[in-house]
């Protein structure tokens, strides 16, 4: 059996006043109706910070102006083995917007079940919620 290359994705933990942005899948998409952070694959020969900047600007036209790499996880998810590449960003321009039909929620560290989460995002939930 042939294990599938491993995926690096990118996400972004967007800061507005001491709240972070959760989004929340869609519909129709793999694991919907469970919370994550936004942002994607990093496709071939992109810098992991393009990665984010793109893929934020597309699911949510916000521009980061800052993204702080805080930490980096492994992890298989739906049978695909991924790096997990999480950025703080605290300064972007644009308001997040649904642009994939996600729920948008800016929520205060502590606040949200992490069991509402994806099971890569929980761990950082928590951490979140501990001010790490």
Known sequence: MNT???LAVV???LWRNGRYLAVRRPEG???????EFP???VQPGESLQNALIRELQEELGVTPQTCDFWREKS????????TLHFFHVRRFTGAPTPKENQTLRWAKPGDMDPSLFLEADRDIVIALGRGD
């Open 4 to 6: 599938p290359p491993r």
């Open 29 to 35: 998409k793999i694991l919907a109706g469970f919370w």
């Open 39 to 41: 942002g994607g694959k």
């Open 75 to 82: 992890v298989v998810s739906a049978g695909r083995p991924l």
């Open 11 to 13: 996400a972004g933990i």
